[in-house]
Nanobody, 125 residues
Framework: QEQLVESGGGLVQAGGSLRLSCTSS????????MGWFRQAPGKEREFVAA????????DYADSVKGRFTISRDNAQNILSLQMNSLKPEDTAVYYC??????????????????WGQGTQVTVSS
């Protein structure tokens, strides 16, 4: 059984926007630090954005800072990633990740215990 389920990926033109969502029927997001990662073909999985479980710290990769926004709705148990001004280099499979009460927004793959199956984002030029 998947712990995390992503949705919202798709094909968009450069300059466009997409909003990704992550939900879970097994994890209560309010006590988990949550993150978004992405993996392009032939490349390693890389950090995109993260939000600490306490809600007072967020972090972004330099490549997406000012364009992407991570947010969560703990009442609905939804993690979101609003992606604006998309570029072809943002094309990748995007993954949601979670770890119990990590005090900081984790930037490393190894910081997280739970992962979704990913959702494809393709940005055409």
């Amino acid at each position: 059984q998947e712990q995390l389920v992503e949705s919202g990926g798709g094909l968009v033109q450069a300059g466009g926007s997409l909003r990704l969502s992550c939900t879970s029927s097994a994890l209560t997001f309010s006590i988990y630090t949550m993150g978004w990662f992405r993996q392009a073909p032939g490349k390693e999985r890389e950090f995109v954005a993260a939000d600490s479980w306490s809600g007072d710290m967020t972090d972004y990769a330099d490549s997406v800072k000012g364009r992407f926004t991570i947010s969560r709705d703990n009442a609905q148990n939804i993690l979101s990633l609003q992606m604006n001004s998309l570029k072809p280099e943002d094309t990748a499979v995007y993954y949601c990740a979670a770890v119990w009460k990590l005090w900081r927004p984790g930037r490393r793959v190894g910081d997280y215990k739970y992962w979704g199956q990913g959702t494809q984002v393709t940005v055409s030029s």
